[in-house]
């Protein structure tokens, strides 16, 4: 049992999966793993997470590196970074290529105006899905690839094919969201107590879970705030003391499950007015 977040067995055995079928060089094991879902269910958190218990480096790139004023480029940091992973491997440490929010630079979106780069980036990877151990005249070492993303409808439809993409759509059972955000929670509720406040929100992702912990402990030690924020030089001399002392202050102040429900239930209220779109009153 790992110490720390707790992520489904279902999710690992599908990462170990295609570690195991990639880094073994299984050539009928398509080299792209795509993980889907909504936001906010720790698509790329648990992957992290997962890969770094495994001991392997994630080489990373995120939607941001995939723009550029410079034409080609995303495309060719794709293959650099593939085969920095795959010498990584070579040298003894298991690697893979991990790319966060795929769909949302790279997607097939109403409206988006196809550039050079995305379709360069695209062209890329589905060279390396169909040639994982050459390009051009440089040979390669084949690593697993992780994507993630929102939706897969939207990713280039040859892309995602059979052979090139193993496609997982990602959504919590309930006895996994019960087990992720009980392992969020467990300072603050009894198991039976995070069934019956999940019961209540039946629609919020697990990150949710841990912004509502974060305000729970903000209003435990609410009173202590203005004593410590009233001579601020003072706490960055003592930062360690009086983070314990809030630490213990918020222990010795926890709330009823009651007041867990009720900003709970505020917090989700105010999210969907925040996030309702009112372009078309």
Not at 69 to 95: F, N
Not at 138 to 153: A, M, W
Not at 168 to 183: K, M, S
Request: net charge negative; charged share 20%.
């Amino acid at each position: 049992m790992h110490a720390g977040p707790i992520i489904p067995a279902r999710f690992e055995v599908e990462v170990d999966q295609h570690l195991v079928f990639n880094l073994a060089g299984t050539t009928s094991w398509p080299l792209v793993l795509g993980i889907f879902g909504r936001p906010g269910d720790g698509k790329s958190f648990q992957v992290r997470t997962h890969l770094e218990r495994r001991g392997v480096l994630a080489v990373s790139i995120n939607a941001a590196d995939l723009e550029s004023d410079r034409a080609g480029q995303p495309g060719k940091l794709v293959l650099a970074r593939y085969e920095d992973a795959g010498h990584r491997a070579s040298e003894g440490t298991p690697a893979a290529l991990l790319v966060d929010d795929f769909d949302t630079t790279v997607g097939e979106w109403e409206h988006s105006t196809s550039t050079v780069n995305h379709q360069q980036v695209l062209a890329q990877l589905m060279h390396l899905a169909d040639s994982p151990t050459r390009s051009a005249e440089l040979k390669l070492r084949r690593v697993p690839v992780f994507i993630t993303g929102n939706d897969l409808s939207k990713i280039y439809p040859p892309l995602r094919r059979p052979g090139r993409m193993h496609a997982l759509f990602w959504l919590p059972t309930e006895a996994e969201r019960q087990e992720i955000v009980g392992q969020i929670l467990v300072s603050l509720l009894k198991p039976a107590e995070t069934a019956e406040l999940l019961a209540q929100l039946p629609e919020a992702p697990v990150a949710f879970f841990a912004d509502l912990l974060v305000s729970i402990q903000a209003m435990s030690v609410r009173s202590v705030i203005p004593k410590y924020a009233g001579n601020l030089k003072a706490l960055t001399g003592n930062a360690d003391r009086i983070r314990e002392e809030l630490n213990d202050h918020m222990q010795r102040h926890k709330p009823a499950l009651s007041a867990v429900v009720r900003e709970a239930l505020a917090m989700w209220h105010e999210r969907a007015v925040a996030t309702q779109s009112h372009l078309n009153e």
